[in-house]
């Protein structure tokens, strides 16, 4: 009986009472995750394909440390608005927290028994947030201390910043609207890759990676603006269509060779 499982019941309900939000869930709840809804994830489902590697630090902080606050402040930083706890009681299988209570006193969203899903504490639901230039992180932080983390997440929660609107239009593109100036970035809680690009009416704008390993877009706009990002695949696309097109090659090299073969053979049997 699926429907009786605690990975069943998490995904399913985050599926309908948190549509496009990101959250982290841990062990066999992640593992899962997606045979269920289309919940995005920080961690869980297919940990080995993580293009930003500073997240395996991020990932291990959130497991293994202590402190309530360096956890939130990362699950924030990475677009995280839930978190899946899971205490002694947990129905999940390998209960990877070395210390579950420093989730505790956070809002519950839902609870069964050991299991919980709590609330992240943050401005809104979005992956995209006009910031300033001094707002984004001047350094990569250590991944067991939040603190120079603090002036971008201040910023994150800055009321006088306009908020930024991000929705998914697809697998490999995504818009963002916002009311902006022109000196404000956008910071766009995605793992940069070589084959993003954004553009506003058509135009292309400048992005680039922060140092947390997140998309930072510069749309140049003076009041509403839309911006579209588009993902053409990057190396990875063009290397696998060269390896396409070399091995479709090859393999028709090697039917003409044969062909040729055979012919030179049926001339000389008829001949003999």
Same mark, same amino acid.
């Given at each position: 009986a699926i429907q009786s499982t605690v990975e069943y019941e998490i995904s399913t309900w985050l599926g309908e009472h %948190?549509?496009?939000?990101?959250?982290?869930?841990? $062990?066999?709840?992640?593992?899962w995750m997606n045979a269920f809804s289309d919940t995005a994830m920080l961690t869980g489902g297919f940990d080995n394909g993580i293009r930003n590697t500073f997240l395996q630090d991020v990932i291990f902080q959130i497991y293994a440390g202590d402190k309530q606050e360096t956890a939130l402040d990362y699950l924030r930083a990475f677009g995280c608005d839930a978190v899946v706890g899971g205490a002694a009681a947990s129905r999940e299988v390998y209960h990877p927290y070395a210390h579950p209570e420093k989730f505790f006193g956070l809002p519950e969203l839902w609870r069964e028994g050991g299991d919980v899903i709590y609330a992240v504490p $943050?401005?809104? $639901? #979005?992956?995209?947030?006009?910031?300033?230039?001094?707002? %984004?992180?001047?350094?990569?932080?250590? $991944?067991? #201390? #939040?603190?120079? %983390?603090k002036p971008y997440l201040a910023a994150l929660d800055d009321p006088a910043l306009p908020a930024a609107a991000f929705e998914w239009r697809g697998q490999s593109a995504a818009r963002i609207t916002a009311d902006l100036r022109p000196e404000q970035l956008l910071s766009v809680q995605v793992t940069f890759d070589q084959g993003w690009h954004a553009g506003v009416n058509g135009s292309p704008r400048r992005i680039w990676s922060d140092k947390l390993g997140q998309l930072v877009v510069e749309p140049r706009c003076a009041g509403p603006c839309t911006v579209d990002l588009v993902w053409d695949g990057g190396a990875e696309r063009r290397a696998a269509q060269w390896t396409s097109r070399a091995a479709m090659a090859f393999g028709l090299m090697w039917i003409i060779l044969w062909i040729i073969l055979w012919r030179k053979r049926s001339i000389s049997t008829t001949t003999n």
């Open positions: %948190l549509p496009g939000r990101r959250v982290f869930a841990p $062990g066999t709840i992640g593992f $943050g401005r809104n $639901g #979005s992956l995209a947030h006009a910031v300033r230039a001094e707002d %984004l992180p001047a350094e990569r932080p250590p $991944g067991y #201390s #939040s603190q120079l %983390l």
